[in-house]
């Protein structure tokens, strides 16, 4: 499966962004999508998480409270709102799945198989 991030961009800080993850083709109910991001020179970091067959969502304590994921079925696409932005979410966000979701490692990358190309976030203070 292709997975098409979009939705990145600039704000200041406290404001929100959209981002979008679309998948090629229809996202089997065994499936996990997850957003994670990185800055240059540091490793891929965990944002959050949805189980595709439940819609049960898991966040980074980072985020949590502030980001909110949600999916679309009907699309085959994965939302992430970002609310209250601050200068340190500034990331390249990627999504990503995983075929067999499991919920003991939803956090890490190397769980996840298919990736998209990222989509860049900047938050000016």
């Known amino acids: 499966v292709q997975l098409q991030a979009s939705g990145g961009g600039s704000v200041q800080a406290g404001g929100s962004l959209r981002l979008r993850c679309t998948a090629s083709?229809?996202?089997?109910?065994?499936?996990?999508l997850g957003w994670f991001r990185q800055v240059p020179g540091k490793e891929r970091e965990f944002v959050g998480a949805?189980?595709?067959?439940?819609?049960?969502?898991y966040y980074a304590d980072a985020v949590k409270g502030r980001f909110t994921i949600s999916r679309d079925n009907a699309k085959n696409t994965v939302y992430l709102q970002m609310n209250s932005l601050k200068p340190e979410d500034s990331a390249r966000y990627y999504c990503?799945?995983?075929?067999?979701?499991?919920?003991?490692?939803?956090?890490?990358?190397?769980?996840?198989?298919?990736w998209g190309q990222g989509t860049l976030v900047t938050v000016s203070s």
């Open positions: 990503a799945a995983d075929p067999v979701w499991t919920v003991t490692y939803y956090y890490e990358p190397n769980q996840y198989v298919y």
């Open positions: 949805i189980r595709w067959s439940m819609g049960r969502t």
């Open positions: 083709r229809r996202i089997g109910s065994d499936y996990g």
